[in-house]
């Protein structure tokens, strides 16, 4: 069964009035003197120079974006621009194709005002934001910061530079354990109102800006610090070395009845300063070529006699520097050597048997036998025993003693110097009054 269903469009159909007809496209343009009423003007017609015009909606093909299109005006030397509208130049090519010197022309003009643009952008919202910079940045200075005088603020810098110079360029009176927690303490107190001062006057740009800086200089001061460490350690263990020998040289005396001071030179006494002077010529850096060739010479006959393994390697080290010396080596290269040399000199006389008789000698960092059972340190990559780590079952990262003593926490490090000094002058002041019972004798100062 097939129904046929037929439509009848019954709609009344607008008639052709007048105007004008798209032969392609089929549109209609009507004359809008015929579509529409022209506004009522009082006065004269002569006055009015154009009248109501009639537009359609058209949409862009590519974009989608509709505008209005003018169809008629009254007047016509007038016209009304459209968006669609080209401007059409004669020309006998039609399709010129630009060269590859024109292409590459072209990019690097429109790169070029791109980034002139840009950095004109950039200059003037600079310049505009300058003013409310500075007011932002006299809000954030405290109130001394900004009314002090600028002859204080001159003479604090100067200052403050005068303490950094002692870390960078002086080692004089930094010797003990306290020196340098002081100058600890001192670059952590820095550290913080630097931190501080920036965070206060800098934005976040400028503020990363300064947290460099700082940062920088932070690593130069303790770069600077270890420096001086290391050299105090040196000349530590040189004078402890010495300080050895002298106590080897020294000849046993004791008083007798009548009070009379008795002297024993012995053989063993008379060696112990033969090895004293040997040493302070080891040390010295002011002997010439020949002399230093002597002086290695005069040792080796010295060891003929000895076997033992810390002779033999002396006299490894010693033909080492020999041929050296021989091929007119810069001294500046041989400092590591005469370095070997002199411990391995000393490790000699510790193991001729002279530190039997030896009771004050406290340096024993150099004789400690490597443990079997070490633990790395995941701070400054070191193998330790594990009497150098803390004592904690719930911690699982492994940190050394000394790492830990060096980690910065909320307050600056604590300084105890004055302390101490506070704590000797009452021990004094009381060991005077012979109240020996008192407190401050309770108190360890270490």
């Excluded at 910065?408 to 020996?436: G, H, N, Q, V």
Aim: aromatic fraction near 8%; include cysteine.
């Amino acid at each position: 069964m097939v129904i046929v269903i037929e439509i009848e469009d019954q709609s009344t159909k607008k008639a052709f009035l007048g105007g004008w007809r798209n032969i392609l496209t089929r549109t209609e343009y009507h004359n809008a003197c015929t579509q529409t009423l022209p506004n009522y003007v009082k006065g004269s017609w002569d006055r009015r120079s154009s009248k109501s015009t009639q537009t359609i909606s058209i949409n862009h093909k590519s974009t989608n974006v509709s505008h209005d299109k003018y169809i008629q005006v009254s007047v016509d030397i007038s016209r009304v621009p459209c968006v669609t509208d080209r401007i059409i130049i004669a020309t006998r090519k039609r399709n010129v194709v630009p060269s590859k010197e024109e292409k590459i022309y072209l990019r690097n003009l429109n790169e070029s005002a791109i980034k002139i643009q840009r950095f004109y952008r950039a200059y003037r919202a600079r310049i505009k934001a300058q003013p409310l910079l500075n007011v932002r940045r006299l809000e954030r200075t405290s109130f001394h910061e900004k009314f002090e005088c600028p002859v204080t603020l001159k003479k604090k810098k100067e200052n403050a530079k005068k303490e950094f110079k002692i870390i960078l360029n002086g080692t004089s009176g930094l010797m003990r354990q306290a020196d340098f927690e002081m100058l600890r303490n001192l670059l952590e107190r820095w550290w913080r109102c630097e931190m501080e001062r920036a965070n206060r006057v800098y934005f976040r740009s400028s503020r990363l800006a300064a947290h460099n800086l700082i940062l920088q200089k932070e690593v130069e001061l303790l770069r600077g610090i270890d420096c001086i460490r290391s050299q105090v350690r040196k000349e530590n263990e040189e004078l402890g070395d010495l300080r050895y020998l002298e106590n080897l040289a020294r000849a046993p005396s004791w008083k007798s009845d009548s009070g009379k001071t008795v002297i024993m030179e012995t053989l063993r006494v008379q060696r112990a300063r033969e090895y004293k002077k040997m040493y302070e010529q080891l040390c010295s850096d002011n002997l010439s070529r020949v002399e230093r060739a002597e002086l290695l010479l005069r040792l080796k006959r010295l060891l003929k006699s000895h076997s033992c393994r810390p002779a033999e390697e002396l006299v490894y080290l010693i033909d080492q520097e020999m041929d050296l010396l021989v091929r007119h080596i810069d001294s500046k290269w041989t400092d590591q050597l005469r370095n070997r040399l002199k411990f391995a000199f000393i490790l000699f006389v510790r193991s001729f048997g002279f530190s039997q008789d030896v009771t004050d000698n406290k340096r024993t960092s150099r004789d400690v036998v490597l443990e079997r059972k070490t633990k790395l340190c995941t701070r400054c990559q070191r193998f330790l025993p594990y009497q150098k780590f803390p004592v904690d079952e719930h911690q699982r990262i492994s940190i050394c003693d000394v790492c830990q003593r060096l980690r910065r926490t909320i307050e600056p490090f604590p300084l105890y110097e004055p302390y101490e000094r506070m704590l000797r002058a009452i021990r004094r002041s009381e060991a005077k009054a012979k109240a020996y019972t008192s407190v401050a004798f309770l108190r360890n100062c270490n």
